[in-house]
């Protein structure tokens, strides 16, 4: 639903404003108003997505009511609705959404707010992506908060490479001894044990010191970690991205190349992890069906020297059997 005040200092024009908003679904007319004073408190106290303000009003310009209200609330949109168009660019300079001449028509106002609806969409996108923790683990092991990426400063090896397999089998419980043998079998039991105990610790304070809702539970001889719903794994998200697109006969190349671009390397790249081969070769085999695939399909539709298939060989220039696939399907 989107929430939406109007303001016009002609009782005639607000009424029938109001009349054809309510006409377009989704839309909530939370108040009318002629005074601007009146609409500065209403955004003040209430929610507010959108208002629509005439810019020739006696009292204070349309113009200069909207910087006010944006002072207020900077994610406000702002239609301007006027008989001129002699404030076009200042209307523009403010974000407008849009700039609608009167006599108002109903199709013209129901694409802005279309319009606004596709800007309030795409700001709550842009806002759970900046809220998002996304650990990656195609490539190097590292994790970022949005579009920033996180120094992690690990206290030792060990603590790396117990939070990465905390992540390998982040749907598990995990037995505390058989951590022990996989990272402490040269030591004794209670040494090993010791050493377990302390590098969990660690870890719970990394997650700590970053602020990343990875937490690790303890329960009697088993580890488990819960990971909330705004944390992605990127080799989970790449793997059942891939499954969904191999399980299709029609090959959408926007989304191939949206999948493939995930996967920048091989799981937990560079840290020679033995437990991690198995799962690598299973993510390494679906990212070259992938290429097979749309590889087979650009020879099929399109000229070997496409920009898709440009596109395709440099996703793959890191590796040498993906890029021999890529040859052959572009006749090089």
């Known amino acids: ?186 030591l004794p039991w209670e040494k090993a044990n010791a050493q377990l105990y302390t590098t969990v610790y660690q870890i719970r304070k990394v997650m700590q010191q970053i602020d990343n809702p990875v937490k690790i539970i303890s329960q009697k001889e088993f580890y488990q970690i819960d990971i909330d719903y705004d944390v992605q794994i990127q080799s989970r998200e790449f793997k059942l991205a891939a499954y969904d697109l191999l399980k299709r006969e029609n090959v959408n190349v926007e989304h191939y190349f949206k999948v493939l671009d995930v996967y920048q390397d091989e799981y937990f790249a560079g840290l020679d992890y033995l437990w991690a081969v198995n799962e690598g070769k299973i993510l390494r085999d679906l990212w070259l069906e992938l290429i097979i695939r749309l590889s087979a399909y650009l020879h099929r539709y399109e000229k070997s020297s496409s920009y898709n298939m440009s596109r395709l060989k440099d996703l793959t220039d890191f590796d040498t059997e993906a890029v021999e696939i890529v040859k052959e399907k572009s006749w090089i």
């Open 1 to 186: 639903m989107l929430d939406v005040a109007i303001i016009d200092d002609e009782p005639l024009a607000l009424k029938y404003l109001d009349l054809l908003l309510h006409k377009i679904d989704g839309v909530h007319v939370t108040g009318k108003y002629m005074d601007p004073d009146d609409l500065i408190n209403h955004v003040q106290t209430e929610h507010i997505d959108a208002v629509f303000i005439d810019i020739h009003m006696p009292a204070m310009k349309g113009t200069d009511l909207a910087e006010q209200l944006l002072n207020i609330n900077s994610s406000l949109h702002i239609g301007f609705v006027t008989a001129y168009d002699d404030y076009a660019i200042k209307a523009f300079e403010l974000n407008a959404v849009d700039y609608i001449l009167k006599p108002v028509k109903q199709e013209r106002l129901a694409i802005t707010i279309k319009r606004i609806t596709e800007r309030k969409a795409a700001e709550q996108e842009n806002a759970s992506e900046s809220r998002t923790t996304v650990i990656k683990d195609l490539g190097a092991l590292q994790i970022y908060q949005g579009n920033k990426r996180i120094d992690v400063k690990w206290r030792t090896s060990k603590a790396k490479e117990l939070f990465a397999y905390f992540i390998h089998n982040h749907e598990d419980t995990i037995r505390k001894s058989v951590l022990i043998d996989l990272l402490w079998n040269n």
